[in-house]
């Protein structure tokens, strides 16, 4: 994820709270980075937490923002995080999404409607939502379940994590 290694002072850093997990609360090891745009804005941060004690990534959470060409996927390709996942694991195969579902899912007294993205590989799960400032929030995983209890463990995490 060569993404994740930011060459140069800018951008600054997200414009926007990164909605994810706290790592302090939560084990394993946390990698960030920042999509740089052309123009040194932030085209997204995106998260991944390596729960497996250093044998690869277990999740990748990405906050986009409206306009972020990371956003733009066809009908059945899978989202930026689910390749980034892939990449991450060493994992060549072609995932392709073959549908999609949408759930209610309450979110610090909120009722939040959840896209789980349907993928090829059956260890993988996908969900993304919107939040109310534009930001797609997108989750992946692997080998694991989305559950409602991971919502309840998001919040946004201070834009000074992702500052030079």
């Known amino acids: 994820m060569s993404f994740l290694r930011r060459r140069s002072s800018t951008p600054a850093g997200p414009d926007f709270d990164v909605l994810a997990m706290d790592p302090g609360d ?4 946390l990698g960030a980075g920042v999509l740089p745009g ?3 804005s932030c085209q997204g941060v995106v998260l991944r937490y390596d ?3 250093g044998r690869g990534p277990a999740m990748v959470i990405g906050n986009l923002p409206e306009g ?3 956003r ?3 009908e059945d390709e899978v989202p930026f995080e689910v ?3 892939m990449a991450a694991l060493g994992m060549e195969e072609e995932v392709r999404a073959t549908g999609s579902e949408q759930i209610p899912v309450m979110h610090d007294g909120n009722l939040l409607i959840v ?3 349907l993928c090829s590989e059956g260890r993988i799960a996908c969900v993304q939502f919107d939040r109310s ?3 797609l929030v997108t989750i992946a995983s692997w080998d694991r379940p989305i559950t409602e209890d991971l919502y309840r463990l998001l919040k946004p995490l201070p834009a000074e994590m992702f500052q030079h």
Not at 26 to 29: R, T, V, Y
């Open 133 to 135: 400032d534009g930001v």
């Open 26 to 29: 939560w084990p394993g090891i």
């Open 72 to 74: 733009e996927v066809a």
């Open 115 to 117: 896209r789980r993205v």
């Open 51 to 53: 729960l497996f004690g």
């Open 38 to 40: 052309p123009d040194g």
């Open 83 to 85: 390749t980034q996942l």
């Open 68 to 70: 972020s060409p990371a």
